[in-house]
């Protein structure tokens, strides 16, 4: 994981001309250290909570300060979490950190860690900006991911304590050191320069300041061992001269990819300095050492080849003057005579970018078919059934979910917000665009000449067509090929990661081992006959024939001669680079880097500098970890950066996918905030989703999504990998069943602006009846409205079936927002247009759909015509569930114009067609719907016993599709099924209908209306029980809160009315709960009746020494909300309590008499003043307290007249 924290002190190396030592010994510098000295206090034990805070606030970026209701809104929805966070465990599991608690007034979160995994994992997301997105996933409700505007404009900030962080991540890092089963070695800067002590030569390790040094840990000593990274030496080094590495990603690097680097102790120029390109001025003459470096002069220019990057030791140049090519060592040039590239520039080149390919990436058609099915709608062949009304009125529906900025749509109107979209991507093309022109034009410097001939030579040879004697002439054609002065297209081949050239050119050979033969033969043809191409890239094939058979001395031999044949030269940069990158890495892995140090060198630079260089072997990671290396230790970020990103494409390529994680972390963290690479972002989508880490995939793909240009749209295939992620997120299997989470909503629309971009009206068509679908399913049709708009525009100019599609699911949606004459404007031409087409469904399709828009503009009777037709179209077609729907339809008609016989002869028509039907979730809740009508109907005509069984029945056939519990379920599905076909069905059920899972939103309407017939129609307090928790328990999946605490203290009402000691103990059981809601959720009002309630039980059940805390409780929060009215009435109720019981009925007058009264008369309530003092006269006559009862009935009868006045002067 490439983590780091937000450290104030970032270590790096300073290095610059003139900042130089001694230069006799510049290892040892002025500042020296005693080892007598006291120790840094970087070590020792900190008095500080090993638990983190974690504080977040929901700000609104274009006001640049707290959005207040949504701040309200969030912390709200974390007090309903407080008591059961099981969700935020989850959530905070995977982001690697372990939940403590939650401090929902201070908009906190405390959390821990167990191990430097974990603190590391968890710093990366944080500093990657996931922690506040994930957040959001929690906190926010799809009312806000359905607001567009609402999304793209807030934004969460957290913050956490950086020091207590940097602690805590120290003492684990010390921690799992010290006790682990292996000797614990972890990696430290010097803080300053050390000598050696005359007395103890050779004991200790000499350091220069900021130093990496590698130390094994050892409990209780103030020396430990160290090795350093720079020269490899070994010796002891005192505790208080290190100072561990605060970024947990280079303690893993360096811990798993061991090895030192052999940088000088000369200090080079990195500092702050950038990637560079172009021309550069020599600040100082050189002279070569080597033949492959290059002699320069002061004040000379040199062109550079590639790019030269701070950290590295040499890069390739070209002298202006002479034309040679060769390395230049980077200290002698000047960093400020170069052209600077952007600051956090790790790709050279737009191939480089594309050449991050992830797997998942080529999937395109197969993402592009599962949105298709996705989008996919039965509406030009099934009726939709009447009753949809009801979207409007449900209490918790969105009514303020349509997007912002959403105006009044129609086909070929102005997409609004993604006009913005556009602009925004505009401004971001514009702002990159002279880089990229730059990019374009150093390329031209660095790019492999092409070849003078069009058509590239092939070598084809048949080993077997070779005689046993090696004569010169049966060798001619390879080495003609291969003796090609510099680089030639037809020469990718040979240095490719494949290896395609032998298979290619060389045919007829069994076993290897000919064809090394015949290329060692060559390679002897070729040193006689002094072909220096020839001879030089044979060198490398056979070496890297070696490297494939592991045979790496061998393989060394012929890279060191093929090098040496070279003698320096440049002309096939590519063959160059293959050689030194080849070599380095046996050097590396034979543990050679004394002999080939420069070597080495050299090699990182021609990986590093050269951009499009194709890797030719899996050994090049152990290069590309050396330059990491590097870059770590001289503290250079751009070089750093590089080295990531080299490391994550090869290991892509090498399909190693589990290794790749931390490299692209680090790579996208070195890119800044917010992070710019979108090509880290995307692989990070795609590993998260590998890791099962819904949460972090969608954060990466929406963070990809906001940064994003043009260029670099939203694909297809991560608008998949959300859309999966997302149905996870809700506990569901897969979406190809159509249910979309409103958190897919972002990357729909940045989807959506991509293929507007790209003129993809297919897609753009998918993508916004997904969309719409999204809104529809969270009752928000206006917000379905302005998607379907668009669809029918694109649907236009796509086909006329697309077209018919479009236009039937915007008439839908106009009928779900209750605008049904827009919709009748749609229909009614489509309907004109259907008239010579033989089409019987389609015209089924529109008539019933007209009927719905005529029934909603109140014309009844061409609404009745209307579905006539369209029974008789369905007739025709003889397709039983439309007939069904055209019945029903016809039946809430009637029913709505208060004819009951025939709505109840068309209903159970339609009930008799739906029983012939095949079950399906579809047609399970249009059956539902319709036995709630014929249910109606019943109860309309007094025939209580058959509507209760078509209340009943239509709940069991909404218990279908997701599991409940079996205790919510009734005892007596049996024999109301057999009754229900006995009153009701002319055909029998088929046994599978009476299974019983749970569809919950189908459940809670027939829930409502039973509790409301058992309560209300046909009173029976049990059944009104068992379907009350039947609703708490949908009300618990739907983790609605407010509903769940009304439902309990509705509940509690219930059993209290029961009046038994174990329905008393329900009650309590009940009421408690609730007043534990209403603390979480903040309803002062609804906590304080809780309270009472509590108290009233206690007392029922005889737990004295209870009551008065309740009460008093109850009280307490009543004065508390600042509402008198409240206080007073909670006053009188408690007072009740014993005015109305039979024991310790005198407590009632404190109540009364020393809190109720003095409430009325500062509130002037004469009514409820005269109502206590009756009270308090009668509860003295019964406690035989005469003179009071008589001091409080001359009060009421004082109170009475004056009663009396205000009546009159009212009705005067």
Known sequence: MGGCFCIPWEPSLSWGPGKETSSKDPAISTEIISLSENKEKCFLPQNMTP??????????????CVNGPL??????????????????????????????????????????????????????????????????????????????????????????????????????????????????????????????????????????????????????????????????????????????????????????????????????????????????????????????????????SIEIIGFVIPGLQWFIGKSALSGEVGFVPTRNIDPDSYSPMSKNSTFFSDEERCSLGVPGSDRKAECASFLHTLAQTDITSVYRLSGFESIQSLPNDLSASQPEGFKETRPGGAWEEHQAVGSRQSSSSEDSSLEEELLSAASDTYHLPEPDDLDDPELLMDLNTGQEEEEAENFTPI??????????????????????????????????????????????????????????????????????????SQARVYFEEAIHILNGAFKDLSLAAALYINLAAIYLRQRLRHKGSGLLEKAGAMLVCLPDREYS???????????????????????????????????LILGRHDEVLPFAERLQLLAGHPPTLDAAATILSFLYDKKYLPHLAVASVRQRGTQSTPAMALPIWQVHLVLQNTTKLLGIPSPSWGEVSALACPAL???????????????????????????????????????????????????????????????????????????????????????????????????????????????????????????????????????????????????????????????????????????????????????????????????????RFCYEMALLFGLRHQHLKSEYIPCCWDALEISVRRHFFLCPISSHLIRVPALRSGQLQVTKTLCHFYSSV?????????????????????????????????????????????????????????????????????????????????????????????????????????????????????????????????????????GAVPLARRMKAVKTELRIFNKLTELQISLEGYEKALEFATLAARLSTVAENLICATVC
């Open 479 to 552: 080495l003609a090929f291969l003796d090609h002065e510099g680089y030639a297209d037809h020469f990718k081949s040979l240095y490719d990661f494949s290896f395609s050239f032998l298979t290619t050119s060389f045919y007829s050979y069994s076993e290897e081992d000919e064809l090394v033969a015949y290329l060692e033969a060559s390679r002897k043809w070729a040193k006689r006959s002094h072909m220096t191409w020839a001879h030089a890239r044979l060198c490398f094939l056979l070496g890297r024939l070696s490297v494939r058979k592991v045979k790496l």
């Open 51 to 64: 638990d983190l805070t974690l504080s977040f606030s929901v700000k609104s970026r274009s006001r640049r």
């Open 1018 to 1154: 046909s009173p029976s307090p049990e059944a009104c029980i068992t379907y009350h928790e039947h609703w708490l328990a949908l009300a618990q999946q739907l983790r609605d809160r407010e509903m769940e605490g009304r439902l309990l203290e509705s509940l509690g009402q219930l059993y209290r009315n029961l009046n038994t000691a174990r329905s008393l103990r329900r009650s309590l059981t009940c009421i408690k709960e609730s007043l534990r809601i209403f603390v979480d959720l903040g309803e002062r009002d609804k906590a304080a009746e809780a309270w009472l309630g509590a108290g009233r039980l206690h007392y029922l059940m005889q737990e004295d020494e209870l009551v008065e805390l309740y009460l008093q409780a109850a009280i307490q929060k009543a004065l508390k909300s600042e509402e008198p009215s409240l206080a007073l009435r909670l006053y009188e109720e408690a007072g009740d309590v014993f005015f109305n019981g039979t024991r310790h009925r005198h407590r009632a007058v404190e109540y009364y008499r020393a």
């Open 749 to 947: 629309r940045q989807a959506l602006g991509a293929c507007e971009e790209q003129v993809d009206q297919s897609t753009q068509r998918t993508l916004c009846l997904i969309l719409s679908k999204v809104y529809l399913q969270h009752r928000s049709p206006d917000g379905a409205i302005h998607y379907l708009s668009q669809a029918l525009m694109l649907g236009q100019l796509l086909s006329e079936q697309e077209a018919f599609e479009s236009s039937l699911c915007l008439a839908w949606a106009y009928l779900l927002a209750s605008q049904a004459k827009k919709a009748l404007d749609i229909l009614e031409p489509l309907l004109y247009s259907l008239k010579e087409t033989e089409s019987v469904t389609r015209k089924g399709v529109v008539h019933n759909l007209l009927g719905l828009a005529l029934q909603g503009e109140g014309r009844v009777n061409r609404a009745a015509n209307s579905y006539l037709w369209a029974l008789n179209r369905a007739q025709e077609a003889r397709d039983v569930r439309n007939q069904a729907v055209a019945l029903a339809n016809l039946g809430h008609l009637t029913l709505k114009s208060w004819t009951q016989q025939p709505a109840r002869d068309y209903l159970l028509q339609a009930v008799q067609l739906y029983s012939k039907l095949q079950a399906s979730m579809e047609t399970d809740m249009e059956l539902v719907q319709v036995l709630l009508w014929l249910a109606q109907v019943e109860v309309y005509r007094r025939q209580l016993a058959s509507g």
């Open 617 to 651: 072997a899996k050994s090049e990671l152990d290069v590309v970890a050396y330059v990491l290396r590097q870059g770590i230790v001289s503290g250079s970020c751009p070089l750093e950066a590089r080295a990531c990103f080299l490391a994550v494409r090869l290991l």
């Open 71 to 300: 701040q309200e809104a969030a912390r709200r929805r974390l007090w309903a979490l407080e008591n059961e966070d099981q969700e935020v465990r989850a959530l905070f599991k995977d982001l690697s950190a372990r939940l403590v608690c939650i401090q929902s007034q201070k908009a906190q979160f405390l959390i821990t860690f167990k191990t430097m995994e974990e603190i590391w994992k968890f710093s990366t997301y944080l500093n990657l900006g996931y922690v506040s997105m994930c957040l959001e996933h929690l906190l926010f409700d799809h009312k806000y991911w359905l607001n567009c505007r609402l999304v793209e404009d807030t934004e969460i900030h957290v913050s956490v304590d950086d020091k207590h962080l940097e602690t805590i991540y120290l003492g684990l890092l010390i921690q799992e050191e010290l006790f682990s089963f292996s000797a614990g070695h972890f990696f430290c800067r010097a803080t300053c320069s050390m000598a050696q002590p005359a007395e103890k030569e050779g004991e200790y390790l000499t350091l220069c300041k900021n130093e990496l040094i590698s130390v094994k840990t050892a409990e209780g000593e103030f020396e430990w061992e160290g090795v350093s990274l720079v020269t490899g030496q070994r010796g002891l080094v005192p505790v208080s001269a290190l100072e561990p590495l605060p970024l947990p990603f280079h303690q893993w690097f360096l811990k798993n990819y061991p090895g030192s680097c052999g940088l000088s102790r000369k200090r080079d120029w990195t500092g702050s300095y950038q990637i560079g390109r172009g021309k550069c001025k020599a600040w100082k003459e050189y002279e070569r050492e080597e033949k492959d470096e290059l002699n320069f002069h002061q004040g000379e």
